[in-house]
């Protein structure tokens, strides 16, 4: 079979894996936020918290528990690093450096996972399952609860304000509450889905255990030919599950998904990229049964599906079709591919990653060709809207299905609306706001870190490769990755130093919170809103042509914010 084809039979199957899951899943995530009645379970966990998980939210006291928990979840990391050298488990591991136990607790807490450090030679079993693990859970399931606060201000009041979010219905203005939003994404959906899949990998080959470093056999190559090779064991497979599960992308070893200890075969590969796509779009048929019309959640999935396919067909056309001699002798672009998946399995997984703020790699992205790793790049500065990060991917094509509809609405000189409500100046104004958080931080770190003699010395490849396109193009892709909670490098970068673990760290928070702030204040404003009836000039967002629509916008704002830094980057790297 050629490598094409086994890529294109992958596709395949991974497509009708995704349909089968569709409907179930994304009606489960509606019922789960709608219904009524908590779990025992969760009864306990409101106490042990002190949450009222009855009381109805405004956005300003929503955004606040966000804050709060998160806040709380930073210094509880920062704390468990710095303290690893006294804890049981540690595996004789010193305690985290303050600027990296800063970044690598900002990098989990807001599902990044951006790991300036190797996992097996830095951090002890406490650290990987009491701090990590249970961030991975967390931090997606506070996506997954202010895209569903978002969903909320579309959908109240209409004929579906009398679905609850907790005991009581909705009135106008609030938009649920972030605890109990909060607990039943981890109880009712995560930790479910999460227990079925570690049981599969462990099926599989992952490994799941407490055992320290020991050695695996001598080493029959290289400059330390005749030494002992080691290794360490660890719950490497539930973590492995929430890691994809909820797009977070932070591996228990330095080689993250290309470890046959994390991914042991073709099988689990494909497994992983299935878990990292199911729930972001699923969640679209979630956004559909919210606010009445299962159409909606179709034309956000077509829009999705048209980017997520399209960057999958240029990405294994890239990989491998590019020119060059030695690439046409081995087939494609081999160098930095896991051989045991090869070009298409790697392509597939990369825009998977890339697309969603995952953050996982089964290959080295700095080995793709320089098209290549410029549709990495591309992929998350559309926003990774396609379908994006657990619950973040959702708000973020809403936003601009906000944006596209303003455009629209000015085109035939009609108030814009969407879902009913209109989209007036402070919509705009919040959604504009949303927009520019993050190419502020990527472009301004960029630019910072070109002119400091220290950070241009981490560009490990630059005098490697001449002219520096590919150097510039690691730090792009370190402050893009950041800012868009992603957490994959081009790991040329040495970023393991004061500069880019402080810069990286707050373009973490940075980019995860601020677009927070304006989501819940845009979800807010819209559930204050009576819906206004349709009428013959009302924008059918349902269709075809509206879901065009919105792909073109984002092609197009994407484009004109970021082409300057790409052509600097991979288009010249790409060219020369």
Same mark, same amino acid.
């Given at each position: ?25 994304? @009606? ?23 949450? @009222? ?5 405004? +956005? ?53 996972? +951006? ?37 909320? =201000? ?6 579906? @304000? ?16 972030? +605890? ?6 981890? %109880? ?24 320290? /470093? ?37 591996? *228990? ?52 599906? /048209? ?8 990405? !294994? ?44 790699? @089964? ?36 936003? !601009? ?21 209109? /989209?007036?100046?402070?919509? /705009? ?7 520019? %958080? ?12 070109? %002119? ?34 992603? =957490? ?10 004061? +500069? ?50 919105? %792909? ?6 994407? =484009?004109?914010? *970021? ?14």
């Amino acid at each position: 079979m050629s490598p094409v084809l086994a890529g294109v039979l992958q596709l395949t199957a991974l497509v009708a894996a995704l349909a089968l899951a569709y409907r179930p899943l994304g @009606d489960h995530m509606a019922a789960v936020y709608s219904s009524p009645r908590h779990l025992r379970v969760e009864k306990v966990l409101y106490r042990c918290i002190g949450a @009222d998980p009855d009381a109805r939210m405004r +956005w300003p006291a929503y955004l606040r528990g966000v804050l709060a928990f998160s806040v709380a979840g930073v210094v509880f990391l920062y704390l468990l690093q710095r303290l690893q050298g006294g804890l049981p488990l540690s595996l004789g591991f010193a305690s985290i450096s303050p600027d990296q136990a800063f970044n690598t607790a900002a990098s989990f807490v807001t599902n990044t996972n +951006w790991q300036s450090y190797s996992g097996e030679q830095a951090m002890g079993h406490v650290v990987q399952t009491a701090g990590l693990a249970v961030q991975n859970f967390v931090s997606a399931a506070t996506g997954m609860a202010v895209a569903i606060a978002l969903i909320r =201000g579309f959908a109240i009041p209409r004929a579906l @304000d009398s679905a609850r979010a907790g005991g009581t219905p909705l009135r106008t203005g609030e938009i649920g509450n972030f +605890w109990a939003d909060l607990v039943r994404g981890t %109880v009712r959906v995560l930790i479910p889905i999460a227990v079925v899949g570690a049981v599969v990998l462990v099926a599989c080959g992952a490994i799941q255990n407490f055992s320290g /470093i020991h050695d695996v056999g001598q080493l029959l190559h290289g400059p330390a030919m005749g030494g002992h090779q080691q290794a360490n064991g660890g719950a490497v497979a539930s973590q492995e599950v929430i890691k994809e599960l909820g797009t977070n992308g932070g591996g *228990y070893f330095n080689a993250n998904s290309a470890h046959p200890f994390e991914n042991p075969d073709a099988f689990t590969n494909l497994f992983e990229i299935f878990l990292i796509l199911v729930i972001p779009f699923a969640l679209t048929r979630t956004f559909g049964r919210l606010v009445g019309n299962v159409r909606q959640g179709y034309a956000v999935l077509a829009t999705m599906g /048209i980017i997520w396919l399209g960057f999958t067909a240029l990405m !294994m056309w890239t990989e491998f079709a590019h020119g060059g001699p030695a690439l046409q002798a081995a087939g494609a672009a081999m160098e930095g591919k896991e051989t045991r998946f090869g070009v298409g399995s790697s392509a597939l997984f990369s825009v998977a990653t890339t697309l969603t703020s995952t953050g996982a790699v @089964d290959s080295f992205h700095s080995s793709f060709t320089a098209f290549g790793g410029g549709l990495q790049l591309l992929g998350m500065m559309l926003g990774e809207i396609a379908p994006g990060g657990v619950g973040s991917g959702l708000y973020g094509m809403l936003v !601009m299905a906000v944006i596209a509809v303003f455009i629209a609405g000015l085109m035939v000189g009609r108030t814009p609306e969407y879902l009913g409500k209109k /989209i007036g100046t402070r919509e /705009i104004k919040l959604a504009a706001c949303y927009l520019l %958080v993050t190419p502020t931080l990527v472009l301004g770190f960029t630019a910072a870190s070109m %002119v400091l003699p220290d950070a241009l010395g981490s560009m490990l490849n630059t005098k490697a490769l001449g002219a520096g396109s590919h150097g510039f193009s690691e730090v792009l892709y370190a402050f893009t990755s950041g800012a868009n909670n992603n =957490g994959s490098a081009f790991a040329g970068l040495d970023a393991n130093t004061p +500069w880019y673990n402080t810069t990286i760290g707050l373009a973490m928070l940075l980019g995860r919170f601020l677009p927070m702030v304006f989501v819940l204040a845009l979800a807010g404003s819209l559930a204050e809103q009576q819906p206004v009836p349709e009428t013959a000039g009302t924008l059918r967002t349902e269709k075809p042509l509206f879901a065009g629509l919105l %792909v073109g916008t984002l092609l197009i704002i994407t =484009g004109l914010t *970021y082409f300057p830094a790409l052509a600097l980057g991979p288009l010249a790297e790409g060219l020369s």
